[in-house]
T-cell receptor
């Protein structure tokens, strides 16, 4: 089945630093989604990517749809305390529709005081 | 985006009992989805709740253990039956947004089985 591997598994950074994480797949995806999960909450959609090579921003977040369709990247600039959480990439399990998802293994972001 | 409400938000249950989790969406949707998130893990799809037909289960999940109801286009329930400590997880409900291009999630139900 489809597998999404995220790297790194965890990150410990200082406030103000930039963050980069990536997600790789064993198969091609037509859509990439990036979610953030805070403790005790469900995942919240951050960015959706629909086209190979696409680069999309949402405030301090920028995500890219890899040209091979087997990877995606998420960058966070000038991190702040509320960026702490777990970041998941996700892709659709079926060709039609993006609602039924396969999730990546997650990247846990911690900010060191 | 869709607004999705789940209840209960958390529960502690005795092994051998069952718990029914409710999920309400603020708009009509054709499909709703149930995921499980085991401690420290990612999300795994349990099943698709189809309105007007039986739920479709993913490999490793069966109806007897996780019966699902979908009585209308805005509501679904997931029951975790005959619980054991291994069922301790966060259970999440999901539905598409109005554009049908992304999935949105409820806040989850944190289940602890003792």
């Amino acid at each position: 089945g489809q597998q999404l591997n995220q790297s790194p598994q965890s990150m410990f950074i200082q406030e103000g630093e930039d963050v980069s994480m990536n997600c790789t797949s064993s198969s091609i995806f037509n859509t990439w989604l990036w979610y953030k999960q805070d403790p005790g909450e469900g995942p919240v959609l951050l960015i959706a990517l629909y086209k190979a090579g696409e680069l999309t921003s949402n405030g301090r977040l920028t995500a890219q749809f890899g040209i091979t369709r087997k990877d995606s990247f998420l960058n966070i600039s000038a991190s702040i305390p509320s960026d702490v959480g777990i970041y998941f990439c996700a892709g659709p399990r079926d060709y039609f529709g993006n609602e039924k998802l396969t999730f990546g293994t997650g990247t846990r972001l911690t900010i060191i005081p | 985006s869709a607004v999705i409400s789940q209840k209960p938000s958390r529960d502690i249950c005795q092994r051998g009992t069952s718990l029914t989790i409710q999920c309400q969406v603020d708009s009509q949707v054709t499909m709703m989805f149930w995921y499980r998130q085991q401690p420290g893990q990612s999300l795994t799809l349990i099943a698709t709740a189809n309105q007007g037909s039986e739920a479709t289960y993913e490999s490793g999940f069966v109806i007897d253990k996780f019966p699902i109801s979908r009585p209308n286009l805005t509501f679904s329930t997931l029951t975790v039956s005959n619980m054991s400590p291994e069922d301790s997880s966060i259970y999440l409900c999901s539905a598409p947004g109005t554009a049908n291009t992304e999935a949105f999630f409820g806040q989850g139900t944190r289940l602890t089985v003792v």
